[in-house]
């Protein structure tokens, strides 16, 4: 039930008050007054930061206070967590696969899958949406759990808060998340391989926590890795724009890599348009970042490199191991 706000509780005493019939006039001049005055305000607001990427095409309606509280929380965590803690955690975002994607149809029988979020200082209202929507977008008896990895987040809230909030989805959906925590900082590449080794599903699918998933996008990946173990596959994925959390549409491409191992996008290959199926995979030297890889595979072949500390390097390195170790079988 939503709660009166208010505005609306002053709106019931003021109708309460029984007036003269004569100064009910006046009161209707004076509020009205008021009101205009109100409306005025909101458009005047000063800005107080402008030059924060931040308030570029978003906050225009917001007061000072608003203004420092939304800059502070932007200031601290590089995204819009203000905007962020406002937005429901199952917000609809458009569906931008290719129109032949959506009638694609899967087999019900696909391997189970784990999807592991590793953070480090991540929001909580982040976290928290990138969950809800992996949940309410996995088919449930395909989604076996979420993997939760915390690089020792000096964070308080995503402390006992955190563990609250798994309680909590774990009470509707029992064993479904569950959280490793470093007990020092071991970097991005170590957090993936910890998710990696606490899960237990067919296939891992190893994700930031700032993401949220679209509709159907296990399907495809499943159906790709129960057809060969051996692919790891890069999912393709759209931007969430930090400042408005609009959704900014990618064009798929190939992901490649360039002479200082930087991974960067490739146009499609001229064999993926002679194929004239816009749900066919494509194939790419090099990953981007977020992968999907058949659990025990992935192990077979090492995992990742853990002694690769920060972002960048990783993602081209399974991409040759996986190459030349194909090359060997
Ligand atoms: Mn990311």
Known sequence: MKKPSHNERNKQKEDDIKLPEESKGEMHQAKKAKEEDKMEKKVVHRKLFPDSKLFKRWGADLTEEQQTTAQDLFTKYGYNVYLSDRLPLDRPIPDTRYPSCKVKKYPHDLPTLSVILIFMNEAMSIILRAITSIINRTPSHLLKEIVLVDDYSSNEDLKGHLDEQIKNYNAKHPGLLKIVRHQKREGLTQARISGWEASTADVVAILDAHIEVNVGWAEPILSRIKEDHTIIISPVFDNVRFDDFELLEYAVAADGFDWALWCLYEPLPKEWYALKDETAPVRSPSIMGILA????????????????????????????RVRLILLLL
């Open 293 to 320: 890889a058949h659990r025990v595979f992935l192990g077979e072949i090492g995992v990742l490199d853990g002694g690769m500390h920060i972002y960048g390097g990783e993602n081209v390195e399974l991409g040759l």
